[in-house]
DNA sequence: TTGACTGTCTACCGATCGGTCGGTAGGCTA
DNA sequence: TAGCCTACCGACCGATCGGTAGACAGTCAA
């Protein structure tokens, strides 16, 4: 059914394309950039996707995908949802670490959804945001976690992830002779200590 | 020295600029549709703007002066950081209700600068920056404050409420039945007990 | 009255945009 | 061999992009 060998082509634009998206915006980036970049013509770019939309939403699709997979694998690996949480505040800082170009990408999307949402569009990352929410909910149920309202602060928890991770660029320059890993180490302290202490029951002894 | 009446024109063409730049970004917005929106010629906007990165340019000015003069208020009405800070916290909420567009615009900023920056140009933020970790400092020097690394928590404090921000117009309808101003306000809430759990001493009496 | 200046306009520019078109090379199947 | 399909290409399209040139009207000071 899945197609075996895709001609590596699309896997090609895809990739390219989730980095050129990700640095300069959908309409920053134009089609003859992304077939250049892999060194094709542009009509064989649109060989492959139609529109210029279609190969974003594959971009947004593979990229919401591989999301919504990494959170279930946590799901599944803990049973404690203590445990889950926590895992996933380590997975939200590895993956920043390892594949920059993410958050961005998440974040331009919300901010250009609202108008391309009129265009009945749907939103990839609901999944995510569901499985998230869940997370919290099975907490809360067990009685491990706090009263929270849990779309709040599973927004709350990665606006202060994302934020902090796609301000470091341009805001780096001014953290006083703070050197750049040591603001990751204390940046993921912090939202531990978020976490715990806004999130997790005391369980009282 | 400041000119005591500018002809409204160039007025006119910033608020629009800010809500066209909010709403569609640098690339997405045309002069045209800027020039078309308050009713006069393209060319007359580049008789008051050379180039569309100097009215980008007015628009970010405008944006960060305000905004630095409103932490400068803050600052100057209460001797107190505890009261400061919580303050701003305020500040910040009532000011996404009474003017969304520029958390779109700075967050868009903050995506886009990296690669701007290149260009030599300055961050226009970075007196709001400084004016915000400046009061944490102070607060840890009267021992009010714990000692978190400023710019780490003032990056997440705003992360934490841009992104919810930008996110509710996308998130809102999976919200289980609850209605938006309940989501402002359990929001602020939540925002305030970060504040007092991650950042404020306990005096302990 | 004249001349400089300001704000606005229409007309136009070259460059680039997303997308279409006709066609070709090569592999697979009948 | 014939027919078909996939991947790719260069040439081209109308539309739009940011920006320029020049004309014209109103204002104000010399």
């Known amino acids: 059914m899945t197609p075996q060998k895709p001609p590596a ?3 090609k634009l895809i990739d390219i394309a989730e980095s050129l998206f990700a640095e300069k915006g959908f309409y920053g980036t134009s089609i003859r950039d992304l077939a250049e970049g892999i ?4 009509s064989s770019l649109l ?8 190969l974003y939403g594959a971009v947004l699709k593979k990229l919401a995908d591989e999301m919504t997979h990494e959170v279930q694998g946590i799901r599944e690996a803990f049973s404690d949802e203590k445990e889950q949480i926590f895992a996933f505040v380590q997975l939200l800082c590895n993956n920043s670490e390892k594949k ?3 958050e961005n990408i998440i974040l331009r999307e919300l901010l250009d959804n609202p108008k391309r949402a009129e265009k009945a569009k749907k939103w990839f990352f609901v999944d995510y945001f ?3 929410t869940g997370m919290i909910k099975s ?3 067990q009685g491990m976690f706090k009263p929270v309202n849990p779309e709040i602060f599973i927004l709350q928890l ?4 994302r934020y902090l991770i796609i301000s470091l660029p341009t805001v780096k320059q001014f953290f006083d002779a703070t050197i750049y890993q040591q603001i990751l180490t204390d940046h993921r302290a912090e939202l531990e200590s978020f976490v715990k202490e ?3 029951n005391e369980e009282g002894v």
């Not at 060194?39 to 542009?42: E, P, Y």
């Not at 060989?47 to 279609?54: A, L, V």
């Not at 990665?158 to 992830?161: C, F, K």
């Open 139 to 141: 907490g809360q149920n």
């Open 198 to 200: 806004r999130l997790i």
């Open 100 to 102: 920059p170009n993410r």
């Open 158 to 161: 990665l606006g202060a992830h």
């Open 39 to 42: 060194g094709i013509a542009k």
């Open 130 to 132: 569901r499985e998230l």
């Open 47 to 54: 060989h492959h996707f139609p529109t210029k939309e279609k």
């Open 9 to 11: 082509t699309a896997e």
